[in-house]
């Protein structure tokens, strides 16, 4: 329970310096491209840092790529959450690499299983 609380604080303060510091300014005139606006794009990354920050952020938004967005999100996890998975795979002696491809797989399908139900539902 100390190894989970401890990567959920490191992640927060990480999170929240990110915040304070706006470096996420610089990356978002590559993502106006698509479509995103400053706060999604924080949203977006702060949710790949730390999943529940990042989610409760974008929720809150009105962007056409919402739900997508955050179906990628849950099904990713997060950097604090593969932290957490990482240091028990190693604890286990198990692979982490077929985890973290796996998770990344997971929340590119996600992504795009929700944008063709979200064409497809009319």
Known sequence: ????????????????????????????????????????????????AEMTNGCKLIAGLNIPLKLPILCFLISFGGFCVHAQSVSLLQEAKLPCKPYITGKTLCGFLSFFLCIIWETIKV
């Open 1 to 48: 329970m100390i190894l989970v609380g401890g990567f959920i604080t490191l992640f927060s303060v990480i999170t929240e310096m990110i915040k304070l510091t706006n470096i996420l300014s610089l990356i978002s005139c590559p993502s106006s491209l698509l479509g995103l606006n400053t706060v999604s794009t924080e949203g977006l990354f702060l949710g790949m």
